[in-house]
């Protein structure tokens, strides 16, 4: 295995960013590390430690975090982007006119477009144009414990052979373990509505509504997942991998989500304000709740538990009457064919 020389730039200094960055570099990657925020590229320069977002976790020498985005993909081949879902039309936006030929981009976000709906590569296509290859990176991946070398496996998924390749020599180690894709849709469809169903089985964890309650919601929460991303051209292998089951059982039973922390505090009678300041991030499955939902009707998609999340995230229902009126649904056959 022949790992790059080239430096990359990973485009976000959150957890995540920091988590990929502190990766490669541990590998003698070089990396730049950018984020927006002129102030913390200052602190992350003279502290060479994330103290927002990853405290106790030091630089090596070979990652430079910058504040400048020009400075950050000077000299690189590769780009990361890992901002939330919010800035991604943004930062695509803004590294545009800073792309040169046989430059390539990948993205570690999950979820929708803010503007428009569209899945992630559909605004890559938009911005870009096809002009460069592309690959996603998703899967089951606490920030955190990538960045303690805890075993971690995840997914690229790329139409360029030579892109997912080169990436997978880059990231594959004995402790972060990449298997590969074509399905951009599919892998991109799970890593934005996991993060939806994991707010409804914090809710009811919240409410106690225990194991029980908690198992139904995954299994027929998988089923919306897999409905709306069979529409989309996704892949069954997909949602039944690591970028569909696999990320939703993280995101759904373990306190590190911060999607099923907001669920939680909902549950426990909190609203989506307070319980989102509590929670001091970005909760990306409230951003997308809506957009999911508005997603799966364009494509006459039936989604009860998504539709019930986002209800109660307009005050429309409360969350004991979503899990009444889930539980009242008319029954049916569990069978393949409802995909």
């Given amino acids: 295995m022949t790992i790059s020389t080239q430096p990359i730039a990973i485009l ?23 984020t927006f925020d002129e102030t913390h590229g200052v602190e992350l320069q003279n502290d060479r430690v994330n103290n ?11 990652l430079q975090p910058t504040a400048d985005l020009a400075t950050a993909i000077q000299g690189v081949n590769d780009i990361l982007i890992a901002v939330p879902s919010v800035g991604f039309r943004n930062i695509v936006t803004s590294i545009k006119p800073l792309l040169k030929p046989g430059m390539r981009v990948a993205w ?26 592309t690959a ?18 995840v997914v690229i998924a790329s139409q360029d052979k030579t892109f997912a390749e080169d990436l997978l020599n880059r990231f594959n180690t004995s402790v972060f373990r990449i298997y590969l894709s074509t399905d951009i849709p599919g892998v991109e469809i ?12 914090g809710i009811s964890d919240g409410m106690g509504f225990g194991s029980n309650a908690r198992c139904a919601l995954i299994t027929r929460g998988l089923a919306e997942m897999m409905r709306l991303g069979h529409k989309l051209g996704g892949h069954f292998e997909t949602f039944t991998g690591l970028a569909g089951l696999g990320d939703l059982i993280l995101t759904c039973t373990d306190d ?14 909190k609203n989506a304000a ?16 809506e957009l999911v939902l508005q997603l799966a009707k364009k494509h006459n998609v039936e989604m009860p538990i998504t539709e019930a999340v986002w209800q109660i995230l307009q005050g429309k229902t409360t969350p004991q009457q979503a899990m009444q009126n889930l539980l009242t649904r ?6 393949s064919s409802d995909l």
């Fill in 12 to 34: 976000g200094a959150g957890s995540w960013g920091t988590a990929l960055a502190l990766h490669l570099s541990r590998s003698g990657q070089a990396v730049h590390l950018w």
């Fill in 108 to 133: 570690a976000t999950k979820g929708l477009d803010q503007n428009t709906g569209q899945l992630l590569h559909e605004v890559i296509a938009e911005l870009l144009q096809h002009n460069y290859a």
């Fill in 190 to 201: 799970g890593g934005a509505v996991k993060n939806v169903l994991a707010i409804a089985t």
């Fill in 256 to 269: 590190q989500s911060r999607n099923r922390r907001f669920g939680l505090a909902l549950g426990q009678g």
């Fill in 52 to 62: 927002r977002y990853m405290p106790g976790q030091p630089f090596p020498e070979t």
């Fill in 274 to 289: 307070e319980a989102e300041k509590a929670i001091g991030q970005v909760v990306e499955g409230k951003r997308n709740a």
């Fill in 330 to 335: 008319a029954t049916t056959f569990e069978r």
């Fill in 136 to 153: 996603v990176l998703a899967g089951p991946s606490f920030a955190s414990e990538v960045a303690l070398k805890q075993p971690t496996a």
